[in-house]
DNA sequence: TCTGGGGTCCTAGGACCC
DNA sequence: TCTGGGGTCCTAGGACCC
């Protein structure tokens, strides 16, 4: 039974912050940050000084008194990062998408007419390179974990391959932090009892594993550092779930306060539902006090929902229970709708009513029916005029948005 | 002027049913 | 009458990933 290793795993480095230095050569070599009040992604150069997506701006100039910030060029990336992912497309069907600049590829279908996977790598490569000016690391193993490891080993701009024959010698003398689904909370569980080697953790028993991290974490964590994790590339993911939040700074908890924010996330999040047809039953808010403390109510209704106002309902009834049981939390920091439950993606776009009456039981009833006319009316407007052309949530969007539009929409995955 | 925003998965406890 | 077991669904919280 020969195996080969045929799974690739592809990886544009720092990508937005590649991306701009691409587009402005004076900034190449130097400290970058895409964005400003946060910064959403650095450059290598950047990342040298600690600088890292998700840090506060100030504490990035801290760190680094040059590092030059600069605005997102949003649709660029959203372009060069399908323009790459569609390169490995041109050798093989089998990719697997992870996210705007990363996808696994199989390519054991296509080795007859490309050659063996690290040529295939190679082409990938330079073609990435020469087309779109960016550099993007390559793993290729046997399994698509490995494959993904060694991807990270490979970079910066770098192509690794692990042999079949040598899995468990590349895999072992690594840090247990690049195994997939071990973050600080897990790596320090495990340096709690010695265990700081990919090598470490395959021999320490399932007992002690189990124990420590639960059994599910135990299993898988024993199987990849075995190497024994056969999972199959997935060409299409179907979302579980669509949500949106914001952070707010410092605002009281004061329901008249929150709502506009409220109405303004779930109008978002209701009108991705609408476009899409997948209405979903479990509504989730989630509010973050002061102290970054997050507390979450959720609930599960009888027949899905994608109409504006009544997803607004129940955010907002949900809110007022976190409120009710927090009395004494004066300031919120973050607010956030989720739904869940999501109906079967439609093969057919019916035009079914996705509203609910008072009750949240009867989707065909009056009520529903006029609230899902209006929906129709603004999404109409929107696809004609933009966004803020019309709608909810007008006075939201006076609050402080660190982050924009256009970067949440690149981080939101295809319903 | 204490850390963004989009997701996934797992666990534990309780309700409920057979 | 008492006790136990399994399965499913729901909720809340936490860890993790990009």
Not at 263 to 280: C, F, N, Q, W, Y
Request: with cysteine.
């Amino acid at each position: 039974m020969e195996t080969t290793a045929t799974i690739l795993h592809a990886d544009l480095d720092a990508f937005y912050a590649s991306v701009e230095q691409k587009l402005e050569p004076s900034l190449r070599g130097k400290p970058i940050a895409v964005g400003g009040g946060v910064v959403l992604a650095a450059s290598y150069e950047a990342k040298a000084f600690g600088v890292h997506g998700g840090m506060p701006g100030r504490t990035a100039r801290a760190l680094c008194p040059q590092l030059i910030f600069v605005g997102g060029h949003f649709e660029e990336y959203r372009r060069l990062g399908d323009a790459a992912i569609a390169v490995l497309g041109d050798f093989t069907p089998l990719v697997e998408r992870l996210s705007i600049d990363e996808a696994f590829a199989d390519v054991a279908g296509c080795t007859h007419l490309f050659g063996p996977p690290e040529a295939i790598a190679r082409a990938i490569r330079s073609r990435v390179s020469a087309e779109l000016g960016l550099a993007i690391s390559i793993g290729v193993a046997r399994t698509k974990h490995l494959a993904k490891i060694a991807s990270q080993v490979a970079k910066p701009d770098g192509l690794v391959v692990v042999d079949p024959d040598r899995e468990l010698a590349f895999l072992h003398d690594l840090p247990v932090e690049l195994m997939w689904g071990i973050g600080p909370a897990t790596a320090a569980r495990l340096a709690g009892i010695g265990v700081t080697t990919i090598g470490q953790l395959a021999r320490t028993g399932r007992g002690a594993l189990d124990r420590l991290l639960g059994n599910a974490a135990g299993q898988k964590l024993s199987a990849l550092a075995w190497n024994r994790d056969p999972r199959a590339i997935r060409t299409h993911h179907r979302v579980q779930s669509a949500g949106a939040q914001s952070a707010l700074g410092r605002q009281p908890a004061d329901p008249d306060v929150l709502r506009p924010t409220l109405l303004h996330l779930a109008d978002r999040v209701a009108t991705r539902l609408r476009a899409k047809s997948r209405p979903g039953r479990t509504v989730s808010v989630r509010v973050r006090f002061a102290d970054l403390r997050a507390v979450t109510r959720a609930v599960t209704l009888d027949a899905p929902v994608a109409a504006t106002a009544m997803l607004a309902e129940i955010a907002e009834a949900l809110m007022q229970t976190v409120l009710d049981d927090h009395p004494y939390e004066k300031t919120v920091s973050l607010l956030a709708i989720s739904v869940s439950h999501l109906d079967a993606p439609a093969t057919l776009q019916l035009d079914l009513p996705l509203g609910l009456d008072d009750e949240g039981r009867r989707p065909g009833s009056a009520r529903g029916l006029a609230r899902l006319q209006a929906d129709r009316a603004v999404d109409a407007i929107r696809d004609r005029f933009g966004w803020e052309a019309i709608g909810y949530g007008r006075v939201a969007l006076g609050v402080a948005r660190s982050v924009p539009d256009a970067f949440r929409e690149l981080a939101e995955k295809e319903l």
